[in-house]
């Protein structure tokens, strides 16, 4: 681990960090936030090249309350939900370097989040109790699924579906919609999906909990399947080979799926992490903090 090679970002805004993206290098970095006053941004693109000049993307003047979700696809396509006053819903499509120039689709009007996974060419949202995928390149949607109505978290991989409520963690097919039981008795505040593995926080951030895509849960690790952990939010590698996960105290820790061995550990951020994102080749974390501020740490590749 190259301990020093630690890189400090503050947005304008100062609001907790909703999401971030990076690209391959840590090149760029993509910082995601809520409204917080006129003219701030609620998206801002920073480069290590010009850190001083970051990009406002997204600002008040273009009447946005939040964006709470952010990809880079590729090298330099960013990809991001935009959510106006009327809880309606945008997804766009951009260039980084020509952020201007760009795609967007109206989606349905949600009191709830929308969840956006980006898989090869395609963009998965779920709003309300449809499950929508859109081709990158044009924007056009191309298929349309329904499940049933429930309160909690969905997610999926384009191929299934999670929900977590409040009678534990279910799974479904896309194509029917049907959810079976997973795990009983667990309440999870957070759901996300990685290639192989579907991921959860207990509630009150109690415990990082992994289940193999067939309903199998992980073995328990310092970290995994772990009530005693506390964390707040995480991310795992492309290659899950690793998990980077931070606490309410703004410390990150990095650490090994299998074993729970730590690679590195840190206080990154004076209050709580509120997003971590790796970079595709997994060479790279990106953090962010409950004051709006951000780091980009590099990462040994062993």
Same mark, same amino acid.
């Given at each position: ?225 772990? /009530?005693?952990?506390? +964390?707040?939010?995480?991310?795992? @590698? %492309? $290659?899950?080979?690793?998990? #980077?996960? *931070?606490?309410?105290? =703004? ?17 990154? /951020?004076?209050?709580? +992490?509120?997003?971590?994102?790796? @970079? %595709? $080749?997994?060479?790279?974390? #990106?953090? *962010?903090?409950?004051? =709006? ?10």
């Amino acid at each position: 681990m190259k301990k020093d090679a630690i890189l400090h970002y503050q947005s304008v805004s100062r609001t907790p960090v909703n999401a971030l993206a990076l690209t391959t290098k840590g090149q760029w970095l993509a910082m995601a936030q809520d409204y917080r006053k006129e003219g701030n941004p609620t998206l801002t693109i920073f480069s290590q090249k010009t850190p001083d000049k970051p990009q406002w993307i997204v600002t008040e003047e273009q009447k946005v309350n939040s964006v709470p979700a952010v990809y880079i696809s590729g090298t330099s396509q960013l990809i991001y939900l935009v959510n106006a006053p009327d809880t309606s819903w945008q997804l766009v499509v951009s260039s980084i370097e020509h952020p201007s120039q760009q795609l967007a689709a109206q989606l349905p009007v949600s009191q709830k989040v929308p969840f956006l996974f980006i898989d090869n060419n395609q963009i998965w949202v779920i709003v309300s109790n449809e499950v929508m995928a859109y081709n990158i390149a044009t924007l056009q949607l191309t298929t349309t699924y329904s499940f049933s109505v429930a309160s909690g978290l969905t997610v999926t991989d384009g191929r299934q579906l999670w929900r977590a409520d409040k009678d534990g963690l279910q799974v479904a097919l896309l194509t029917n919609g049907k959810f079976t039981p997973v795990a009983s008795g667990l309440v999870l505040s957070q759901l996300r999906v990685s290639a192989s593995f579907i991921w959860g926080v207990g509630e009150f951030g109690q415990g990082l909990f992994g289940w193999q895509k067939t309903g199998q849960p992980l073995p328990t690790s310092n970290v995994v399947n772990n /009530h005693e952990a506390t +964390v707040t939010t995480f991310a795992v @590698s %492309p $290659d899950e080979r690793r998990i #980077a996960f *931070g606490n309410a105290s =703004g410390y990150v820790t990095v650490v090994e799926r299998k074993t729970g061995k730590q690679h590195w550990g840190r206080r990154l /951020h004076k209050g709580h +992490v509120s997003a971590i994102t790796f @970079s %595709p $080749d997994g060479n790279w974390l #990106a953090t *962010g903090g409950s004051a =709006g501020d951000a780091t980009i740490i590099q990462l040994d590749h062993d």
